[in-house]
């Protein structure tokens, strides 16, 4: 491409002060949006009472069914059908016993595999500590922390209003945007 689309703009604009305008506005580069790190917990196996799993700073223990009681405590249920879905529910604080975790949220299990994505979007997560003690050894999560599955993406600064561009697109930030943000969007086709 020979001409960039501030060079194309500034042929197609006379007016000094808006050329500055342009050149404000408009700067070349590819900008991210923010993407969140998740890991996965893989558990086909009921968990044992005393098993514990650490996500971040919040320790989970597994009681006998029936007995949790209090925050950071999870039946082990029924079966193991019933103690997945105690697992979501603990972690994302709907069981009516945990609080929901601060750091991140827990999808429902597809077959044995739980997704956990980090609440806050951006390569932080991939810090997020995941690690367990279950006595099957089959009850695990994918790494010792978050990102494995996804690893955790910075978004790229911009503020409400600014343009980047490429040799192909042209891309409008719609909002202010930090480094966990996603407010980029892609205009229009290559030219």
Same mark, same amino acid.
Not at 55 to 63: A, H, L, N
Not at 122 to 139: Q, R, S, W
Not at 159 to 165: L, R, V
């Given at each position: ?77 029924a079966d ?18 945990? $609080? *929901?975790? &601060?750091? /991140?949220?827990a999808a %429902?299990?597809? +077959? ?7 609440? @806050?979007? =951006? ?11 279950? $006595? *099957?050894? &089959?009850? /695990?999560?994918?790494? %010792?922390?978050? +990102?494995?599955?996804?690893a955790g993406?910075?978004? @790229?600064? =911009? ?33």
């Open positions: 491409m020979a001409d960039s689309y501030l060079e194309i703009l500034q042929q197609k604009v006379k007016n000094p002060n808006l050329s500055k305008y342009f050149q404000y506005m408009f700067s070349s580069g590819t900008p991210v949006n923010a993407v969140a790190s998740q890991g996965t917990l893989t558990m086909d196996t009921q968990p044992t009472a005393g098993d514990t799993m650490t996500i971040g700073s919040k320790v989970y223990t597994f009681t006998a069914d029936g007995t949790a009681a209090a925050d950071g405590e999870i039946d082990v249920g193991l059908a019933d103690c997945k879905t105690l697992v979501v529910a603990a972690i994302n604080g709907t069981d009516g016993i945990n $609080t *929901a975790h &601060t750091q /991140v949220t %429902a299990f597809v +077959g044995n595999d739980m997704v956990i994505t980090a609440s @806050t979007k =951006g390569v932080a997560g991939d810090l997020i500590a995941t690690t367990e003690t279950f $006595t *099957a050894g &089959t009850n /695990v999560f994918d790494d %010792a922390t978050l +990102g494995t599955t996804t993406v910075d978004g @790229t600064v =911009g503020t409400a209003g600014q343009m980047k561009y490429d040799t192909s697109y042209l891309y409008l930030c719609g909002a202010d945007n930090a480094i966990s943000g996603a407010n980029w969007v892609r205009m229009g086709a290559s030219y």
